[in-house]
């Protein structure tokens, strides 16, 4: 069955959209409270495509900046280890060149561009998330984090059912192509695990506990993405947003959820019906 896709532009930046939890246990800023404000001074009133496509961009952009000023806050506050968090850094690096030519590979028509921006921003949220409960541990406060152990094996699992995925889309034109560039994301992302393995055991024990929990609170989020298999991004409708796995849903209802495809095949046959996350 034909996807039914009813367009809206979604006018945030997916980032800060997928952190608003998090950030909110920070005790920072929530995404109501960035999205009223913008409001106020009517950002939104755009009427083409070419301005909705520049603000989207910029708002990846200012998110993008927020997160590289936390962390040189962070080395700042932990200067001793510097090098191997910069290390640690160009690994993430390498994964979001990869995340790019993994966007690069659908076709949004005039709104590709947020589509990209927003691809890309997921891997903005993984370096965020990365690295923020440590930060937020040398301002004197503390992050909760989830206490399910996220495994290799998982991630690993997501990624062949997201490349599967792919190749038995109809629509998409560039199959070889995007499966080629999910590998090669695939190859990145380990590579950039194994750094922080090697970082974490550099670090004092106190360093090394709250570090290894934000690794593993970066790999349930890279699971999440992974299952949402970069759907209801950029501009989007409704049915595809109500089938995607929110960012607040509980570890149980990631860990049971098929994947995007699996869940949209079961709305198709009967358009009434969505996924519920309990």
């Known amino acids: 069955m034909k ?14 959209l ?5 950030r909110k246990a920070m005790d920072t800023p929530s995404q109501e409270t960035i999205v009223d404000s ?5 950002e939104y009133e755009y009427h083409d495509q070419a301005e909705l496509n520049e603000l989207h961009g910029n708002l990846y952009l200012e998110y993008n900046d927020s997160i590289e000023q936390e962390f040189q806050m962070l080395l700042s506050a932990l200067p001793q280890y510097k090098d191997e968090f910069n290390k640690e850094k160009d690994a993430w690096g390498k994964y979001q060149n990869a995340v790019r030519a993994v966007a690069d590979c659908e076709d949004h028509g005039s709104s590709t561009s947020m589509f990209i921006d927003d691809v890309l921003s997921q891997g ?12 937020i541990q040398t301002q ?8 399910t152990v996220f495994t290799s094996d998982m991630i690993a699992d997501a990624y062949s059912a997201f490349i599967r995925a792919v190749g038995e889309d109809e629509y998409q034109e560039r199959k070889s192509e995007y499966q080629e560039s999910l590998r090669k994301e695939q190859k990145c992302w380990n ?6 393995k090697q970082v974490s055991q550099k670090l004092a024990d106190n360093i090394r506990s709250v570090y290894d929990k934000c690794t593993n609170q970066t790999m349930r989020t890279k699971l999440l993405q992974l299952k949402n298999q970069n759907q209801a991004l950029g501009m989007t409708g409704h049915e595809a947003m109500e089938c ?23 709305h198709c ?10």
């Open 191 to 196: 590579q950039w695990m194994e750094c922080r």
């Open 38 to 42: 913008l409001d106020e001074n009517d």
């Open 3 to 16: 996807k039914i896709i009813i367009v809206i532009v979604v006018l945030f930046c997916i980032g800060w």
């Open 244 to 266: 995607v796995l929110p960012d607040d849903c509980s570890d149980k209802a990631l860990l049971e959820y098929p994947g995007f495809d699996k869940v949209w095949a079961k």
């Open 269 to 278: 046959e009967n358009t009434d019906w969505y996924p519920t996350f309990d």
């Open 18 to 22: 997928a952190t608003c939890s998090y």
């Open 124 to 135: 903005i949220v993984l370096r965020e998330t990365s690295f923020r409960g440590l930060f």
């Open 140 to 147: 004197g406060k503390s992050a909760s984090f989830s206490k």
